[in-house]
């Protein structure tokens, strides 16, 4: 596994946040834009690292002095991770200190490069949407404000800084403009959107750019990734480490076989196959049948992306190209608008306990008549 510090791909970064932390030119809050896969946390702890290095002489962390040394272990204790959580059962606060052991396990056991999918698994949150509470901006608020124990740096992390609750934001407002000295904050966040505008305008924003091709595809090498599993996950992930390493774990054969019975099926208008299938679809399981949906929504956009001639913006696993090159003639603006919806619909039954068999049945109807549209 790479050092937690390493920024796969994204070395110019790297290297102009160095500058900026040498030249004490560094904003006090920035926010790092990006899929977190893009190596944004990796980039915040490698400055957190530099700014806390005692060794003043070499322009790189010594990886030898006590902060240094502290950071390998993740416990620099002026180094501050805040992220979303869910409030542990018989507690009335959620905080992201109550669950700093899982955070720092993942960091160590699966490198900087995960995302909220990765997160959520490693807390076993289940269906609740963590969250970072206005609790945990006053206990922000109370760790910024006592000194510095070496004396030096003070870093705030706050990873998925999109998941800030209003009144979490509203209450921070203050300190980011106006850090307490040798203070800085990282903010990461997927994109800009969902956040506020008073915050977005106390920062200085930092997009974080995908991981070209080949440094992800030597990235998945290392990780012991045949090749035919590199190059789909090349072209899938968009340059996203934590989605093409995700990749690489899921087997999505049975899905694909699947999709690709049932709509031959449809366009055969084979009833009695179609009855027999949605008795399959039914044995799957809630979970699998939403999965298995929202693998159809995918390879329906995806033909009608590769029809309308943009053939280098398919995202398809090299096993699927033959078949959508055949099938997507069928799949236009005539009838995609439709399918989507219908896909969306039954995926929205499927979560609401509707019966499996009757929306399987219920959907093959309607791709039947979808299919024979005229474009
Ligand atoms: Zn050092």
Redesign the pocket.
């Known amino acids: 596994m790479e050092a937690v510090r390493e920024a796969i791909g994204q070395e110019v970064l790297a290297a102009r946040l160095a500058e900026h932390s040498a030249k004490g030119t560094l904003a006090h809050a920035m926010l790092f834009t990006g899929p977190p896969g893009r190596g944004g946390l990796a980039l915040a702890l490698n400055l957190a690292r530099r700014l806390h290095?005692?060794?003043r002489a070499s322009s790189e962390?010594?990886?030898?002095?006590p902060?240094?040394q502290q950071h390998d272990q993740l416990q620099h204790p002026d180094l501050h991770f805040t992220f979303p959580v869910v409030k542990p059962a018989g507690k009335d606060k959620a905080l992201s200190a109550d669950q700093l052991g899982t955070w720092r396990s993942l960091l160590r056991e699966v490198g900087p490069h995960f995302d909220m999918e990765d997160l959520r698994d490693r807390m076993a949150v289940g269906n609740k949407q963590p969250f970072i509470s206005v609790h945990e901006a006053a206990d922000i608020l109370r760790r910024l404000s006592l000194t510095a124990h070496a004396g030096g740096w003070k870093v705030q992390i706050i990873w998925g800084a999109q998941w800030m609750r209003t009144d979490t934001a509203n209450k921070l407002l203050k300190v980011i403009e106006e850090p307490p000295q040798k203070t800085v904050f990282i903010l990461l966040a997927d994109s800009t959107e969902n956040l506020l505008a008073t915050i977005l305008s106390r920062t200085q924003i930092i997009p974080i750019p995908p991981v070209q091709e080949e440094q992800l595809g030597a990235w998945l090498r290392g990780l012991g990734a045949a090749d035919e599993q590199v190059s789909d996950a090349v072209s899938l992930s968009e340059g996203d480490l934590a989605r093409a390493r995700r990749l690489l774990r899921e087997d999505t054969a049975g899905e694909f076989a699947m999709f690709v019975e049932w709509m031959r099926t449809a366009f055969a208008r084979d009833g009695r196959k179609a009855s027999n299938l949605a008795d399959n679809f039914h044995d799957l399981g809630r979970e699998q049948q939403k999965q298995f949906l929202s693998y159809a929504l995918h390879m329906a956009r995806q033909c009608i992306v590769g029809n309308y001639g943009a053939a280098g913006a398919v995202r398809l696993r090299a096993s699927e190209r033959g078949f959508a090159e055949k099938f997507s003639p069928y799949i236009h603006h005539g009838n995609i608008v439709d399918m989507q919806e219908e896909l969306e619909k039954a995926s929205r039954d499927v979560a609401g306990n509707v019966y499996g068999r009757t929306v399987f049945l219920d959907l093959s109807m309607r791709m039947m008549e979808l299919l024979h549209r005229p474009r």
């Open positions: 290095c005692t060794d962390p010594c990886g030898a002095c902060s240094c």
